[in-house]
């Protein structure tokens, strides 16, 4: 046993994941790939070189189970191609929240299916490709483990992304709040929180390799309440003032916020920690609040409204993206209406906006009233061309002002170099190399697509 796990450490073997869903999916790709190095597997870009294929999958709308299956008869037949040109057969592995909830269906249906694992046990995914190997069949594994798969990932080799100056540390995991239309408690379990010190560490080791900005990621990230090591629990502000005081770390974001976690501290620390970014990701869904009651978020609109306001009395240059989803069971037009109007009243640099989709097992998935597709279309039709109109004002409104910018690698044309805003636009420049890794004010002169262009103004200190 121990020669064989020597002689799979000296062999290489080709790894290629495929990631769908939310941000904490990518860091978890990112901590399955670390998991398998010491095997010998390194990632490749093409899915056809590969030995092993992850499909890291998600849960969260329509047809997500569907969409798996057809995945996997794709990656059957570049499989098949493979064993037809005398290589091994590819192994392939089904992660995520969609493995989580249809574990068992999926092997049913495809039982070419190597491994199936959910998202709280992948520190156990050597031990599952041995018995993968060992047994010729399926192995499946979707507990919810009482260790936690943080205590036994290897230390992470490479953060992914940007040449490595930005990454994504999961701090907190899991939802304990069960909204009505959510599949995310079902496939994330329990909230958790990390400890400190193991967060600490994490980032220590990121910042060591060079990365200048992290995103702290959880279902619920401002719920976060992690062991401070000293018999207390720390909170989300408290947290990034620990992180802020790493040398060589500049920027701290952290997503999904859930408007009931906003506390004081936090709203402090937007106005305290100059590494606070001041752009917040905070779902709403809706802005009505017979639906907000129905969906069980646990607030009002005008709650929402307040939070919002004192954030911005913290933070008066605060930008906020957020969440809707229109026609959620018992959605009346008037309901409607009132969430087309807190957009107007809040004010949307960014948003993601979706149908209602029914999801099994969810509660709202089995009320009465559910909204035609036709009327869900219309609605989001109109919410989408007022967000748009917000989106293009906001960036329209970058002309002229000059924002510090953190310059992640080489723009597409010779000369140009590219780095990202607070507000999370790319922004282009003309300038060299040496800026890579470097947080430089930027005039922004135009708007560009989806970017924006602007000019070095060196000789002014970065905010
Ligand atoms: N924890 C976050 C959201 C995580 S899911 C929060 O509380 O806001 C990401 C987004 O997907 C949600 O904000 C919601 O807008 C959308 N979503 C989740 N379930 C959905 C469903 N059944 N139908 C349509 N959109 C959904
Ligand atoms: Fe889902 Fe609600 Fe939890 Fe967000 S807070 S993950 S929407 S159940
Ligand atoms: Fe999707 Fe699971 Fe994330 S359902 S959104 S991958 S938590």
Request: a negative charge; proline letters at 5%; glycine letters at 8%.
């Amino acid at each position: 046993m121990h020669e064989a796990t020597l002689e799979s450490g000296t062999e290489t073997r080709k790894l290629h994941v495929i990631t769908w869903g939310c941000q904490m999916n990518v860091y978890d790709s990112a901590r399955m790939t670390d998991v398998l190095r010491p095997l010998g597997y390194s990632p490749v870009d093409e899915v056809e070189d590969a030995d092993m294929v992850i499909l890291n999958t998600c849960h969260i709308r329509e047809r997500a189970a569907e969409k798996v299956f057809s995945e996997l008869g794709r990656l059957r037949k570049i499989s098949d191609a493979r064993t037809a040109l005398g290589h091994d057969r590819t192994v392939i592995a089904v992660a995520g929240c969609v493995a989580q909830a249809e574990g068992e269906e999926i092997l049913a249906r495809a039982p070419y299916v190597d491994i199936v694992l959910g998202p709280q046990t992948y520190h156990r995914l050597p031990e599952m490709v041995a018995r993968a190997a060992r047994a010729g069949g399926s192995v499946i594994d979707t507990d919810f483990p009482a260790e936690t798969k943080f205590d036994f990932l290897p230390d992470a080799a490479a953060p992914q992304t940007d040449g490595n100056l930005t990454a994504f540390l999961t701090i907190q995991e899991g939802c304990d709040k069960f909204c009505s239309f959510c599949v995310v408690p079902y496939t994330r379990g329990a909230e958790t929180s990390r400890p400190v010190v193991s967060v600490l560490a994490e980032a220590r080791r990121m910042v060591e390799s060079g990365v200048r900005e992290i995103t702290l990621l959880g279902q619920n990230v401002n719920a976060y309440h992690g062991d401070d090591g000293d018999g207390g629990s720390e909170t989300l502000a408290g947290l990034a003032a620990k992180l802020a005081a790493i040398p060589g770390l500049i920027r701290i974001r952290y997503m999904t916020s859930h408007p009931r976690d906003v506390d004081q501290s936090l709203i402090d620390a937007h106005r305290d920690n100059a590494a606070m970014m001041p752009f917040l990701h905070l779902p709403v869904q809706s802005g009505s609040d017979r639906i907000l009651k129905a969906m069980n978020r646990g607030h009002t609109a005008d709650e929402y409204r307040d939070v919002v306001r004192r954030l911005r009395e913290a933070r008066p240059d605060l930008a906020l993206s957020s969440d809707f989803i229109v026609g959620h069971p018992g959605e009346t037009e008037q309901d409607f209406e009132a969430t087309m109007q807190l957009i107007r009243d809040v004010g949307f640099a960014q948003a993601f906006s979706f149908k209602y989709s029914p999801r099994p097992g969810t509660p709202a998935a089995g009320q009465p009233f559910q909204v035609d597709e036709t009327v869900k279309d219309a609605r989001l039709h109109r919410l989408q061309a007022l967000l748009r109109e917000q989106q293009d004002a906001f960036n329209a409104d970058m002309v002229g002002r000059v924002m510090p910018v953190l310059f992640t690698g080489r723009g597409r044309k010779p000369g140009q170099m590219t780095g990202r805003s607070p507000y999370l636009q790319p922004v282009h420049v003309d300038g060299s190399d040496d800026l890579i890794g470097q947080t430089v004010p930027v005039l922004i002169t135009q708007r560009l697509t989806n970017s924006l262009g602007g000019t070095l103004q060196r000789e002014r200190a970065c905010a």
